[in-house]
């Protein structure tokens, strides 16, 4: 069954500093990933999505994310951070061999930014 | 666009009362999933529905929830009897599928259930 895991619950940078979350799955057949953001009282907000056509995503307010096979890692980065990028991320799978629509969700990052 | 609308944003209830959550997708998107987020467990995906059809309620918790979509632009969640274990955050979330590899799902911005 496919899955999906977010190393740290918490992660904090100072402002202007790298943002790494990573992101493992697992899947016999890589499959679709998708990076989300939620700010606080508010719902999910697409970052960007690994579609197999590259595997540098570029995403939007400057994040991206690389797709390693043979990592099953599908990382999310920002080069410098910014104290706006203070929310929960959640990374998601879905399975697209199973047949089925559904995502699998991560349990989720909160990064916090340090002034 | 209009994006998701749920509606109650907010709903305070007390034990053992009814309560209906209301979602509008995305003119559109033929998909629509019901999901629960709270701090244990994270988000779960509740149920999902693909041209009004439910096609996946192993996520509902128990017989207390039931999930409806009379038609394309509207769905139902509800909760009859309530109980404090139901207090959570739920997100409505919609797409369009098949369509557009990879089935980005658009989530609305949840209603905050609490009961008492």
């Known amino acids: 069954a496919q899955s999906v895991t977010q190393l740290g619950s918490h992660v904090s940078v100072s402002e202007g500093a790298l943002v790494l979350l990573r992101c493992n799955y697992s899947s016999s057949v890589p499959p679709y990933l998708f990076w989300y953001v939620q700010y606080p009282n508010q719902g999910l907000q697409l970052l960007l999505k690994y579609t197999s056509a590259a595997t540098l995503v570029k995403g939007i307010n400057g994040f991206e994310a690389e797709f390693k096979k043979s990592e099953t890692s599908f990382h999310l980065t920002k080069p410098s951070a910014h104290m706006s990028d203070a929310a929960e991320y959640f990374c998601a799978v879905n399975d697209k061999t199973s047949g089925t629509y559904k995502y699998i969700f991560g349990t989720g990052t909160r990064l916090k930014v340090l002034a | 666009d209009a994006g998701v609308i749920q509606s109650p944003r907010h709903e305070v209830t007390e034990m053992g009362q009814e309560v209906t959550l209301r979602c509008k997708p995305i003119s559109g998107h033929n998909s629509l999933f019901w999901y629960r987020q709270t701090m244990m467990r994270g988000l779960e995906l509740l149920i999902y529905f693909n041209n009004n059809v439910p096609i996946d309620d192993s996520g509902m918790p128990e017989d207390r929830f039931s999930a409806k979509m009379p038609n394309a632009s509207f769905s139902t969640l509800k909760i009859q009897p309530s109980e404090p274990r139901d207090s959570a955050v739920y997100f409505c979330?919609?797409?369009?599928?098949?369509?557009?590899?990879?089935?980005?799902?658009?989530f609305g911005p949840g209603t905050r259930l609490t009961v008492t």
């Open positions: 979330a919609s797409s369009r599928m098949p369509g557009p590899v990879p089935y980005e799902q658009y």
